[in-house]
């Protein structure tokens, strides 16, 4: 069974029928058809998930190409599984959102076409277990959020927030592939399980520390960590369904999952834990800091994400401690981190996503998500408003939901955290937990201000666009389906513990099991408390008094941001780049030619000359027979009078006994596949001339001043020495043995004597079908070239 | 023989360049066709020539000649005569709507 | 007409038999002899290129109705879906088998997949020629 493989193919197999679907079904929305993907994919995850809660694992592997060690792995364990459940729940949701959030304007195949494509990607990068298919996914979950954060593509803002998240996520992706490299060259596998059996071993190679800080670099552009967060406040500029799912659900979890992926590999070593912990953190305040200050509530949830992914990501970092120690007391004790991480985790996605679907219900309803125009729509949405509160009260920590939990045991952790026995933490480790503490007071005031900056106040209905009222009841759907779970985890919280939570975490810090804990909402009167309870009363101060206090934003300098950083790196490339591009494309293809060539002599020919490469031995080489001796004489004789040819139709004559005398020499060399296609070829290739010189003109004596000419005579003179020594000293001595000797078994391996025909057809038929693809596509493009008339007259119209 | 036919590679080389690099569309063209041939003739020598008998192994000799340069050469005989095919057409409709065969008149202006 | 055109085409008319017999004996001989899906490619398309010269284009189209665009793309294709076959029998893409069989009137024979392949090579070599040489011709 390859139920895993077709769970990821299924949303491309989807992505391609949806066009047909679309011309089929008329006026019924195409949206419906599409939630049927998700929904059957959810189906199929949740089913496995008592064979994973009972702590076993599925694999699946199909040979891709086997030779280079890349096969189509799929693997799904409890990390793998809650991703997958993410991936296809809030999928299913957001796509039933969406079909009543599009207006009728936006082009529907495009939307779901790239909504599936990313679905598919997501889950091919948590369901593989190769490095290299994860990587080819990754990338595709980037070009999938650049097409749809470019979805209002007339839209000025959306091409740039588009242009800048795909630079920045790409760009962490080529260090991740880069450190996937060096993974394999250390441990000569790609797969993730064979690497975290061996990669121990490991710890002490040169590459050990590159690898990891390239993956991680993968994993915080893609997560939007500090400092690359900066693109995810311009990805906002996508459909709200959009930010939901991959912004702030999915696709930004990703880096986070190859955290938790990789933990087993590198967790444990000082560097990760303070890495990846100081990069949360700092991420964790500057989100939050930054988005107080926010009066787009998406952009609000834009650094409020960046906040709680670093929330997240340090909590991994701080869990990676439990392996430093293995199993017991202590390994338990920081081991629970990890169990944190995945909890809120998964609350983070039901709250925020709650959370971004109320925006999109606002900018729907009301024409605008800006705080100085909104206020007192409690009286009109109050749906809406009851799901406002929820999320984000959840958000911010307090009881009676889901984010009340993860945020406490996130506080157990950080102050465990403070009493570190290992990595020197007694002397900093104190800063984690009042770090984590401010930022967290910051993050009550950003909820309270999203809460009561919108529904309460005086209305402002003027301001608007439209008198507010509730949405259709479909839109309302799925923020109440995210709302009860985000109640009903704070109730039932151990299901989703025991049957989700500790399998991925045993799969994350294997050894360690009793690190799981039983969630309960009261721990009596400890320090956890009185930090929540300290956030709540800090942060309602601090919200109240927002206005005495604002001016702190004002010390950061305004052209002093990674924004502006981007920016002006984007703006001086493009300048070397144009600067470059003038002064070295003349636009004169002699020009090119002459680049090239120089380039080859210079780097080949000095190659040759400074490593004392050069060497010449004739004693190895055959004789000379008679009338080989005169059938070089002739061809000189024949390239040479070429130059000096006065008509094209002596050229072409020319290089017709030139062609004619390889194939004798092919004859004489011992080739006779080769003298065949050579004497075919040439003769069809002479044809070829003589029919093109029809629509040709006769050349005319070459006008160029003496100087080019000489220029011109002295390259190709240095290119055929240098060629020409090249060929000498490869002739006279072999570095290695020959390859040849494999084919000579031709009969036994692929039932052929003709050795070279088996090579093509057999030993290496790749290259010779991919040929049979160039051969294909030169004829489709001599077809085009001359069946494609460019607007036939116009130009000559102009000229006249 | 290695040695020598080296040397007509070298000299196939100089002249092949030579045209490639003048403005002429036609002679860069078959600049092109004699470059291919000089490296086929170049690749077969760096196996080794006359060493054996012909690659079939229906033969049955002691020593076949070297079968991998002649199955690339094989491969290149056929995709330089795709190209060149291509590229004559592209040359002969670049004149059809520019009205030269001058590589220097092609260049274009400095906004495009 | 003149007498020349006369001589041509009977002439080719016996040729174009010979040069075809000749392609599909080198296409089949090839995994032994020299011979093989370019060459036996090339030289079928030859012949075509002999009778679309020798005849007007108009005429060969009558009485041949080949798309040679279509037969190129084809050819790719069989190329390809040779090389997807095995993969469905736990092999890698492109593998190969090959077998002896006796048949009844030739006796013991080599049954190869690679002439598949080797079809499809020979199919875009003809497609590809003819096409170029027939879309220079009929160019006005």
């Known amino acids: 069974m390859y139920l895993l493989i077709f769970a990821i193919l299924i949303p491309f197999i989807a992505t391609a029928l949806i066009p047909l679907i679309h011309k089929r079904i008329g006026a019924f929305h195409i949206g419906w058809f599409v939630l049927l993907v998700p929904l059957a994919l959810f189906a199929i995850f949740v089913m496995q998930i008592p064979a994973i809660s009972n702590g076993e694992t599925l694999i699946q592997a199909v040979n891709w190409i086997p030779s280079l060690g890349i096969n189509f792995t799929a693997y799904l364990d409890g990390l793998s599984l809650i991703m997958a459940l993410l991936i296809t729940g809030m999928g299913s949701l957001v796509v039933l959102y969406s079909i009543y959030y599009l207006s009728s304007s936006d082009s529907f195949p495009h939307f779901y076409a790239y909504l599936l494509l990313f679905m598919g990607a997501m889950l091919g990068v948590v369901l593989s277990d190769n490095l290299l298919v994860l990587y080819v996914f990754w990338e595709l979950t980037s070009i999938s959020s650049f097409l749809l954060i470019a979805f209002w593509y007339h839209r000025k803002n959306s091409r740039y927030g588009a242009q800048k998240s795909l630079l920045i996520t790409v760009f962490g992706g080529f260090g991740m592939l880069a450190g996937f490299l060096m993974l394999h060259s250390m441990t000569g596998t790609f797969s993730i399980r064979e690497i975290a059996a061996v990669l121990g071993q490991y710890t002490d190679h040169t590459l050990f520390y590159p690898a990891m800080f390239l993956v991680l670099l993968g994993a915080f552009t893609k997560s939007a960590q500090f400092p690359f967060h900066i693109w995810l406040p311009d990805a906002m500029e996508a459909p709200t369904p959009v930010s939901a799912y991959l912004h702030s659900a999915t696709m930004v979890k990703a880096g986070i999952y190859l955290v938790a992926r990789f933990t087993p590999l590198f967790g444990g070593s000082a560097a990760w834990f303070w890495t990846v912990t100081l990069v949360g953190l700092v991420t964790l305040f500057w989100g939050a800091f930054c988005a107080v200050r926010q009066t787009d509530l998406k952009a609000l949830l834009a650094y409020s994400t960046i906040s709680q992914l670093g929330l997240i990501m340090s909590l991994f970092g701080l869990g990676s401690a439990a392996l430093h120690f293995g199993d017991g007391e202590l390994g338990e004790l920081y081991g629970l981190a990890i169990f944190a991480a995945l909890f809120h985790m998964i609350n983070h996605s039901t709250f925020k996503g709650a959370l971004f679907m109320v925006v999109g219900i606002i900018d729907h309803q009301v024409g605008t998500r800006d705080t100085r125009r909104l206020g007192g729509l409690i009286s009109f949405l109050p749906i809406t408003f009851t799901f406002a509160v929820i999320g984000s009260f959840s958000m911010a920590g307090l009881p009676f939901f889901n984010g009340f939990l993860s945020k406490e045991m996130f506080f157990t952790a950080t102050v465990n955290a403070a009493i570190l026995p290992a990595f020197g933490a007694s002397t900093w480790g104190l800063l984690i937990p009042v770090i984590a503490w401010i930022a967290s007071v910051f993050t009550f005031v950003y909820c309270m201000v999203f809460v009561f900056r919108t529904f309460f106040g005086t209305p402002q209905l003027k301001k608007l666009d439209r008198k507010p009222v509730e949405p259709s009841i479909g839109m309302l759907i799925s923020p109440a389906i995210l709302c009860i779970f985000i109640v009903g985890l704070f109730f039932v919280p151990n299901l989703l513990g025991d049957h989700l939570l500790k399998p991925a975490m045993n799969g994350i810090i294997p050894g360690i099991p009793g690190a799981a804990p039983h969630i309960s909402a009261w721990h009596g009167f400890n320090a956890e408390l009185f930090m929540t309870l300290g956030i709540i009363v800090i942060g309602t101060f601090l919200f109240l008094t927002f206005r005495s206090w604002y001016k702190i934003y004002l010390i950061q300098p305004a052209g002093w941001n990674f924004t502006v950083l981007y920016n002006s790196f984007l703006k001086g490339l493009k300048r070397a780049a144009n600067w470059i591009t003038t002064h070295y494309m003349t636009g004169y293809l002699p020009a090119y030619f002459a680049y090239i060539f120089i380039f080859f002599i210079v780097t080949s020919g000095g190659a040759l000359i400074f490593t004392g490469a050069l060497s010449i031995d004739l004693t190895a080489d055959s004789p000379i027979a008679i009338y080989e001796g005169m059938l070089i004489a002739v061809m000189v004789i024949a390239a040479i009078s070429m130059l000096f040819a006065k008509s094209r139709l002596t050229a072409i004559l020319l290089n017709g006994v030139l062609g004619f005398s390889i194939a004798i020499f092919f004859v004489l060399f011992r080739a006779p596949d080769l003298a065949l296609t050579q004497l075919v070829i040439e003769t069809v290739t002479t044809a070829l001339f003589l029919l093109c010189f029809n629509f040709l003109p006769e050349w005319t004596k070459e006008d160029s001043p003496k100087r080019t000419k000489i220029r011109n005579a002295v390259i190709a003179i240095s290119a055929g020495v240098t060629v020409t020594l090249i060929g000498l000293t490869v002739n006279s001595g072999r570095l290695f043995d020959s390859i040849s000797g494999y084919f000579e078994d031709s009969y036994e391996l692929a039932g052929g004597d003709n050795i070279v025909n088996a090579i093509l057809g057999d030993f290496r038929a790749f290259d010779t079908m991919l040929e049979s693809l160039v051969l294909f596509i030169a004829g489709l493009g001599v077809y085009t070239l001359i069946r494609l008339k460019l607007g036939k007259g116009t130009k000559k119209d102009e000229h006249q | ?112 | 007409m003149n007498i020349n055109d006369v001589i041509l085409k009977t002439v080719s008319k016996a040729v174009v038999l010979i040069i075809l017999t000749f392609g599909i004996y080198l296409f089949l001989s090839g995994h032994n002899q020299p011979g093989g899906g370019f060459i036996g490619g090339l030289v079928i398309a030859s012949a075509f290129v002999l009778m679309f010269l020798s005849y007007d284009s108009e005429t060969v189209s009558d009485a041949l109705p080949i798309d040679f665009k279509k037969l190129s793309a084809f050819g790719v294709l069989l190329a390809m879906a040779s090389g997807i076959a095995p993969m469905f029998f736990g092999g890698a893409f492109l593998a190969q088998s090959f077998g002896y069989f006796d048949l009844p009137i030739f006796g013991k024979t080599e049954l190869a997949t690679v002439t598949i392949f080797e079809a499809g090579i020979a199919l875009t070599v003809i497609g590809v020629v003819v096409n170029i040489i027939l879309s220079i011709s009929e160019d006005e």
């Open chain 2, 1 to 112: 023989m290695e040695s020598l036919i080296i040397i007509l590679v070298g000299v196939l080389t100089t002249v092949a360049i030579y045209l490639v690099l003048s403005k002429n569309v036609v002679r860069v063209i078959l600049g092109t066709a004699i470059l291919s041939h000089a490296v086929h003739l170049l690749i077969l020598s760096m196996g080794g020539l006359k060493v054996g008998t012909v690659p079939l192994l229906g033969e049955e000799a002691e020593v076949y000649v070297d079968a991998l340069p002649q199955a690339l050469i094989l491969t290149a005989i056929v995709i330089s005569f795709a190209v060149t095919a291509f590229i004559l057409v592209l040359a002969y409709r670049a004149y059809q709507e520019l009205g030269t065969d001058n590589l220097g008149a092609m260049r274009g202006s400095d906004d495009e």
